[in-house]
């Protein structure tokens, strides 16, 4: 930073590579990214395991949700089940309690899949936020900095959106939609009231 302005990224090599711009695009690590800085964005990773069948004829066209997971078929016919909800840290370990409760709430939504063959498990982490909602712009006081993180569930399918907005301030236009719901201001407000906590259950 010189005079409250990115100036350059320097790597743990001792490399500099100046910027006129930097990007907060890290997802569930967009939190550290902000501690290098001193500023604290509220990001932190969301733990989600998943379970993948074996291949199957096609037997649902659509995603099924529920309250115990989600269900949807791939082009290849396998399976997919999910998804925890888990804060533990960084953690991207699989777990058999967590597992368990996803084939029985699968099972319970579709019988068919109580015999068939679980081919793999992993678990990924989303970058949450404690409204759960994006983290998008600049922060007031800091020029050549922009947020681009904190989309939690929605990273996918709001990625094309999320790139045209960042790309038209970078240049300095006005960005296609609204972003003042998803501004970092958001978090000082004292009204703000967070729907989902991001404290770590583990030491």
Not at 8 to 21: G, L, P, V
Not at 161 to 169: E, F, N, V
């Amino acid at each position: 930073m010189r005079n409250n302005r990115v100036a350059a990224i320097k790597t743990n090599r001792q490399q500099e590579f100046h910027c006129s711009t930097l990007i907060n695009a890290a997802g569930a690590w967009a939190g550290q990214i902000g501690d290098m800085m001193g500023i604290n964005i509220p990001v932190a990773p969301v733990k989600g395991q998943i379970i993948l069948s074996e291949r199957l004829p096609p037997i649902i066209k659509s995603c099924i949700s529920t309250s115990d997971c989600y269900i949807a078929q791939k082009d290849n016919g396998e399976i997919l089940i999910g998804s925890t909800t888990e804060i533990k840290g960084f953690d991207t370990r699989c777990s058999y309690p967590e597992l368990r409760s996803l084939v029985i709430g699968a099972v319970k939504a579709l019988p068919i899949l109580g015999s068939v063959a679980i081919k793999r498990t992993w678990a990924g982490l989303r970058p949450g936020s404690p409204d759960e909602l994006p983290i998008l712009g600049g922060i007031p006081g800091i020029d050549g900095y922009l947020n681009a993180c904190g989309h939690f569930r929605t990273g996918i399918v709001t990625s094309p959106i999320t790139g045209r907005i960042i790309a038209d301030l970078v240049l300095g236009k006005e960005p296609p939609i609204d972003v003042s719901p998803f501004l970092y201001e958001r978090f000082l407000q004292p009204d703000f009231k967070a729907s989902f906590s991001l404290e770590s259950e583990v030491a």
